[in-house]
C-alpha cells in the first residue's frame, strides 16, 4: 500500500483537490524506490568475489616440453634448471611429467594444475610459452618455465 493511501486512510477521508494525482505521483515513487533497492542488491550480489566471478576465459597452453628454471647471477649460469619442474603439455588439458601425468586448468593468463604431480602448482603466463609461477600469497615467483620445443 502506498505511503499517500496510508496517511488518507489514518486521517479517515481523502486529501483535498484532487487526490488521484499526488496518489499516483506517492505510490510510483515507492514502487521505483523498492525497484531501486532490489536492483542494487543484485548488482552488489553479482559483484560478489565468488568462484564465478574470479573466473576468466577458458583456454588451453600451447604444446611442447617446458623447462622450469630460477634466474641464476653475474658470476655463473644465467638460468638454474630445477628437476622435477618441468613438464609436457599434451593434447587437450592435459600434460605429463616424469613422475605421471595430470591436467591443468587455464583461466585468463592464469594456469592452475588441478591433478598429477604438479597438482595445486600456479602458473602466470606471460608471453607466448612462457609461465611464470604463482607463489601460496598470490605474488609471482621466481620460477619460470619456457617452451623448449615441441612434444618428444
Known amino acids: 500500500m502506498c505511503a499517500a493511501r496510508l496517511s488518507e486512510e489514518r486521517a479517515g477521508g481523502q486529501a483535498s483537490g484532487n487526490h488521484h494525482e499526488p496518489l499516483l505521483y506517492v ?3 515507492d514502487h521505483m524506490r523498492k525497484f531501486a533497492t532490489l536492483a542494487a542488491a543484485i548488482l552488489l550480489a553479482g559483484a560478489s568475489t565468488g568462484p564465478l566471478a574470479a573466473q576468466g576465459r577458458l583456454g588451453l597452453v600451447e604444446q611442447g616440453e617446458y623447462i622450469c628454471a630460477l634466474p641464476g647471477d653475474a658470476t655463473g649460469a644465467a638460468w638454474i634448471v630445477q ?4 613438464f609436457a603439455i599434451i593434447e587437450g ?10 591436467t591443468y586448468l587455464a583461466e585468463g593468463r592464469q594456469v592452475t594444475f588441478t591433478r ?30 619456457h617452451r623448449a620445443g615441441p612434444l618428444r
Request: glycine content about 24%.
Open 27 to 29: 505510490c510510483k515513487t
Open 83 to 86: 628437476e622435477g619442474k618441468g
Open 93 to 102: 588439458s592435459s600434460y605429463r611429467t616424469e613422475r605421471g601425468s595430470g
Open 116 to 145: 598429477g604431480p604438479l597438482k595445486g602448482m600456479k602458473l602466470m603466463r606471460l608471453g607466448s610459452g612462457l609461465l611464470q609461477e604463482i607463489g601460496r600469497d598470490g605474488k609471482l615467483g621466481r620460477l619460470r618455465c
